[in-house]
Nanobody, 116 residues
Framework: QVQLVESGGGLVQPGGSLRLSCAASGSSFSIYYMGWYRQAPGKLRELVAAITRDGSTNYADSVKGRFTISRDNAKNMVYLQMNSLKPDDTAVYYC??????????WGQGTQVTVSS
């Protein structure tokens, strides 16, 4: 089993910044990718950003140029730097990890609220 623990969420004003962190721990495993999803009330969970083992990244069109995903492979950590935040970014953000064995793991989520 793999456990994911997110941190860094909170309340921020429009135009502000937050940095989310996700720590993976557990038995030995090999990571295929780590990423961030988000889910707003009444909406489907959507991919925000992902980073593969070789460092390749993907972003939702709505966050390109504002969010940056990064990873520390040695520490099994993934980060999401969120700048120029908008009210539409308000959601619960979930860390996701997929192993080479095709297992899929989720964190409990961290609330991000962008409001004046």
């Amino acid at each position: 089993q793999v456990q994911l623990v997110e941190s860094g969420g909170g309340l921020v004003q429009p135009g502000g910044s937050l940095r989310l962190s996700c720590a993976a721990s557990g038995s030995s495993f090999s990571i295929y990718y780590m990423g961030w999803y988000r889910q707003a009330p009444g909406k489907l969970r959507e991919l925000v950003a992902a980073i593969t083992r070789d460092g390749s990244t993907n972003y939702a069109d709505s966050v390109k140029g504002r969010f940056t995903i990064s990873r520390d492979n040695a520490k099994n950590m993934v980060y999401l730097q969120m700048n120029s935040l908008k009210p539409d970014d308000t959601a619960v953000y979930y860390c996701n990890l997929k192993t080479l064995g095709r297992a899929n793991y989720w964190g409990q989520g961290t609330q991000v609220t962008v409001s004046s």
